[in-house]
T-cell receptor, first 117, second 117 residues
Framework: EAGVVQSPRYKIIEKKQPVAFWCNPI?????LYWYRQNLGQGPELLIR????????DSQLPKDRFSAERLKGVDSTLKIQPAELGDSAVYLC???????????????FGPGTRLTVT | AQSVTQLGSHVSVSEGALVLLRCNYS??????LFWYVQYPNQGLQLLLK??????LVKGINGFEAEFKKSETSFHLTKPSAHMSDAAEYFC???????????????FGRGTSLIVHP
């Protein structure tokens, strides 16, 4: 079974430029997460999708960040315009969650390392 | 509100020695607790999870953790360290919001395990 796929793995852009990250979750997983992981820190949740619906997006900087999950499968996270402080690893994770949504493990992709110069 | 504190950003042990990584949590409702491992340039992988069943949880690669409600702790241990255990370890907590809504995951800052030959 294929794991969570993310692309690109690395991205270097100049500030004020746009950038997009793509995630393909594990087949059949209904819940998808985007995290940002700064150097030396744990992942911080940006947004969580249940199927097509975006929930728990309070940490997403909506002035410059946007996300979508078309047809409840693949997802794209976009930053426009990028700032120096956006340099981080962006992780995507997926899980199959139903009634008891607390105990399900998340499966993580390898992440996209973004460097903004 | 929930939070996770990992004591010690770095832990150094000799090969064959006991591994102890500390995690304390704060939660107003019963939590689900997780330990993840992250190798360089990879995503996070679940080691083990506590879901209110047995308080002593066994995971992969010989790791185990004990949930102690009185101490609000969920420390990770391994009797004998291997060189391959060198990685970043993250403790995470998921609790349901008081309104009975979402389960939001919160990760600690991580502990880097260094294993000396």
């Amino acid at each position: 079974e294929a794991g969570v796929v993310q692309s690109p793995r690395y991205k270097i852009i100049e500030k004020k430029q746009p950038v997009a990250f793509w995630c393909n979750p594990i087949s059949g997983h209904n819940t998808l997460y985007w995290y940002r992981q700064n150097l030396g820190q744990g992942p911080e949740l940006l947004i969580r999708y249940e199927n097509e619906e975006a929930v728990d997006d309070s940490q997403l900087p909506k002035d410059r960040f946007s996300a979508e999950r078309l047809k409840g499968v693949d997802s794209t996270l976009k930053i426009q315009p990028a700032e120096l402080g956006d340099s981080a690893v962006y992780l995507c994770a997926s899980s199959l969650e139903t009634r008891d949504r607390g105990s399900y493990e998340q499966y993580f992709g390898p992440g996209t390392r973004l460097t903004v110069t | 509100a929930q939070s996770v504190t990992q004591l010690g950003s770095h832990v150094s042990v000799s090969e064959g020695a006991l591994v102890l990584l500390r995690c304390n949590y704060s939660s107003s409702v019963p939590p689900y607790l997780f330990w993840y491992v992250q190798y360089p340039n990879q995503g996070l992988q679940l080691l083990l999870k506590y879901t209110s069943a047995a308080t002593l949880v066994k995971g992969i690669n010989g790791f185990e953790a004990e949930f102690k409600k009185s101490e609000t702790s969920f420390h990770l241990t391994k009797p004998s360290a291997h060189m391959s255990d060198a990685a970043e370890y993250f403790c995470a907590v998921r609790t349901q919001t008081l309104s009975g809504g979402s389960y939001i995951p919160t990760f600690g800052r991580g502990t880097s395990l260094i294993v000396h030959p």
